[in-house]
């Protein structure tokens, strides 16, 4: 049956519900749906008939759609400022593959993409970008950016550069259905606590203190381009 193999995380569950099947040693909804209706209603009642009907396909409920995330950002700041277009687009493909991996864009295609940079003496610079084609995969959100680059690159050096996805398309119908699966569920809670705590850390200090050390130009023997400073982000 093609909905017993789905998690319980695709029901409209509350956490505790969520947990108190997971420790009944369910985990899909064939699972649950193995169970008697009334045994499921003994224990978690009105409720739980619901989530058994669902789960068994007895009751079909009208599809809602999610709201879009609000804007995605990743961003890195350079040991010293960066001039090579050539540093700065392998740069700006590292930070697009980061922002792909971000949990809120689970579900959905970027359709809508912008640059920022800070630049040398306070100046910034910024480009921007529509596809026509929304989509998930690295190479096809940078193309139109790096042609962009080329095109009108910054007049000085970046001492920051940051990426955007600002405007998202529904993904497939599989990614809606199945991208919150119990696994992810458990590792996006994780997230949000270090989430938590990276946002006071930078209320306490009025400025972002976290940050990875990332590779960027692996072929220069200078320390200062091969390695650049991005946001630290759980």
Do not use: C, N
């Not at 108190?20 to 040693?25: P, V």
């Not at 920051?160 to 529904?170: D, H, I, Q, S, Y």
Request: glycine share 6%; no cysteine.
């Amino acid at each position: 049956m093609f909905l017993a193999r789905q998690p319980l995380a695709v029901l409209p569950l509350d956490p505790d519900t969520h947990r108190r099947l997971r420790q009944l040693g369910l985990r899909t909804l064939g699972d649950l749906a193995a169970l008697p209706e009334e045994a499921v209603v003994s224990q978690f009642g009105r409720a739980g008939r619901r989530l058994w009907r669902l789960a068994a396909g007895v009751l079909v409920e009208p599809v809602v759609g999610r709201e879009a995330p609000e804007p995605i950002v990743a961003g890195l700041t350079f040991f010293s400022p960066v001039a090579d277009r050539e540093m700065l687009a392998h740069s700006l493909e590292q930070l697009i593959e980061r922002a792909l991996k971000h949990p809120r864009r689970t579900g959905w295609r970027v359709q809508q993409v912008r640059v920022r940079a800070e630049l040398e003496h306070g100046a910034s610079w910024m480009i921007e970008a529509v596809l026509k084609d929304p989509t998930a995969e690295r190479s096809r959100i940078a193309a139109p950016l790096k042609t962009r680059l080329e095109q009108a690159p910054p007049a000085k050096a970046v001492e920051r550069l940051a990426v955007e996805f600002t405007g998202f398309a529904p993904g497939t119908a599989e990614l809606q259905l199945f991208a919150r699966d119990a696994s992810a569920a458990a590792r996006a809670g994780r997230r949000r606590a270090l989430e938590r705590a990276v946002r006071e850390i930078a209320l306490r200090l009025r400025r972002a203190m976290l940050y990875h050390v990332i590779e960027v130009q692996p072929w220069s023997r200078i320390p200062e381009r091969r390695y650049a400073l991005i946001d630290f982000e759980p």
